[in-house]
């Protein structure tokens, strides 16, 4: 009798079981549809960026003021409490914002005027003091001619002006979008409940408007503990950094603690750019360039105790963010949108972690604590 390749030999009282197959089924990796939806929302992440790069001077102002009116809008919830119209509230909180950030402004721009007009004669001084270089520079020359690299070193020279324009350009907001964002600050903050209300509202389904008010009621909260917190923080900052410079003999002491509390509001770029600019004070300011260093010295032991210590103490957990995704997002905006990019990061961040909290809830299991 002939037997067949495909038929194998059954053991006794197994006539009637099926024979799995011969090679077992193995799980599909990523199927087409999935293949063709990852790349639809690629391209749709792709080309939302490209419109909030290209429309920066629409997108800009509307969304810093939707954040900024989020986190002032528990300020007109007060004010609404003494019977105070929604309306009036919302050009009164601006107003005091407005007259806040033109103090601030004022602080700073003083001494950044008295400075300009004397940027050749500080040139000069800054370029006498970078002489103690020159014994360093001169020694890595002859390591060079030890190793057999190149026996010239470029001279220290100082960075041309050039870059002054540009920079004022890229810093300041065109009035068009300040004006944009004014009115936006002022009508969102006014018709921000009705708005809570016509959202919530949207939805048929019942858990859906839950799901929607909790959402609003969460970010509302959030968003107003981190400008109340934050703030106070800075104010804080600012103030230990005024009294630093004072001490230390460093000029416009006021004006330096008010650009260290403005630049604070930028994680991680704003404490390094304010030692940047008291080092360059102290070394124009002081003969010698140890005394130029204990204002920035001493700063830096103060944003050390204030990211480390203070600040997780104040905030707590609730509101921690994790330092990788926050160093992700300030990069990212940062290249987006500039320095209003660097300031609406964080904010977006606690926005985007919230909508994930209640839109992708995480069902499986913790992981076992080491």
Known sequence: MRVLPSERLLPNG?????????????????????????????????????????????????????????????AANVLARYRVPRAVGAVLIVTAVSTAASFIIGLISSPVMEWSTRLPELAVRLKEKMHIFDRPLALWQELQGMIGGSETLTPFQLPKIEWVQPTLEFLSPTLAEFLLFIATLVLFIASWKDLRRALVMAFGDRDLRLRTLRILNEIEEHLGNYLLTVTMINIGVGVATGFICAIAGMPNP?????????????????????????????????????????????????????????????????????????????????????????????????????????????????????
């Open 14 to 74: 197994a006539e009637g079981t099926p024979l799995p197959n011969g090679h077992a089924e193995l799980p599909p990796v990523i199927r087409r549809t999935e293949l063709v939806a990852l790349s639809l929302v690629g391209l749709l992440v792709i080309a939302v960026v490209a419109v909030l790069y290209l429309a920066k001077a629409f997108f800009l102002p509307i969304t810093m003021a939707f954040i900024v009116g989020t986190m002032l809008s528990p």
């Open 254 to 370: 006021a004006g330096l603690g008010a650009l260290a509390a403005t630049l604070n509001f930028i994680p991680i770029i704003g404490p390094v750019a304010m030692f940047v600019v008291l080092v360059l004070v102290g070394l124009v300011s002081f003969s010698t360039i140890a005394a130029g260093l204990i204002a920035p010295a001493c700063f830096t032991v103060l944003t050390f105790l204030e990211g480390h210590f203070i600040t997780p103490t104040i905030v707590g957990r609730r509101l921690a963010l994790n330092a990788l995704a926050v160093f992700i997002a300030l990069a990212f905006w940062t290249w987006l949108w500039g320095p209003m990019g660097a300031f609406l990061a964080s904010p977006l961040l606690i926005v985007a972690l919230i909508l994930k909290e209640h839109l992708m809830p995480v069902n499986s299991p913790h992981l076992p604590e080491e």
